[in-house]
């Protein structure tokens, strides 16, 4: 089966530095995308990583490390208004996404 | 408009009672995607059109139809509603298959009893 394991919930201190960590087993791989959901709100697209390595992206960078079947998203100098829930998603050979159940990420002043 | 756009925004339906969600892009978008997002699940695709005049079933597709007349336009049927169908659901869509991220609509909230 396919699988896309992210830890359900996270606290966080404003101005600090959080690791999301995003783990998978899919059938195929054509790539990981990182979504930003707030409450009430559609996802946004942040990343998108298809070879080993690091993607940055101002406060956000996105790594991924297709042998070990992970990734993780960095957010630094966390602001409130990061507060919000991270999705990975993996495309998967039918070029589908499967998605994770997504992070809760709480930033606390 | 600009981007995706999706209606109702909520709607409370009795069980039984059919009704469509309608979702329109001004991207030119060749794919389009219908999701159902569950508290503590991730998105799950229901159905998906790569094309105007093609479709495919997702991950849960059972109770649920769609069509793509062209390619604006993608609404997601249910033909007879029961309560496992509350849920929020997305449409999206995406410039094409390789490394194009999907766009999301902003949802309809549906609630049936």
């Known amino acids: ?109 | 408009i600009a981007g995706i756009t999706q209606a109702p925004t909520s709607q409370i339906l009795a069980a039984g009672r059919r009704m469509t969600l309608r979702c329109t892009q001004d991207m030119r978008h060749n794919a389009m995607y219908w999701y159902r997002q569950d508290l503590g699940l991730g998105l799950r695709l229901i159905h998906y059109s790569n094309t105007a005049g093609t479709t495919g079933k997702g991950e849960v597709p059972d109770g649920y139809s769609v069509s793509r007349a062209n390619t604006d336009d993608f609404p997601l049927t249910l033909a007879s509603a029961v309560p496992s169908q509350t849920s929020v659901y997305f449409c999206a869509s995406s410039g094409g298959t390789g490394g194009h991220e999907q766009f999301f609509g902003p949802g309809t909230r549906l609630t049936v009893l």
């Not at chain 1, 070990?68 to 507060?83: H, R, V």
Request: hydrophobic share 35%; glycine share 10%; with cysteine.
């Open chain 1, 1 to 109: 089966g396919q699988n896309i394991d992210q830890p359900t919930e996270m606290t966080a201190t404003e101005g600090a530095i959080v690791q999301i960590n995003c783990t998978y087993q899919t059938s195929g791989f054509n790539g990981l995308f990182w979504y930003q959901q707030h409450a009430g709100e559609a996802p946004t697209f942040l990343s998108y990583n298809v070879l080993d390595g690091l993607e940055e992206k101002g406060r956000f960078s996105s790594f991924l490390s297709r042998s070990k079947g992970y990734s993780y998203l960095l957010l630094k100098e966390l602001q409130m208004k990061d507060s919000a829930s991270y999705l990975c998603a993996v495309r998967d050979s039918n070029y589908q996404l499967i998605w994770g159940a997504g992070t809760k990420l709480i930033i606390k002043p």
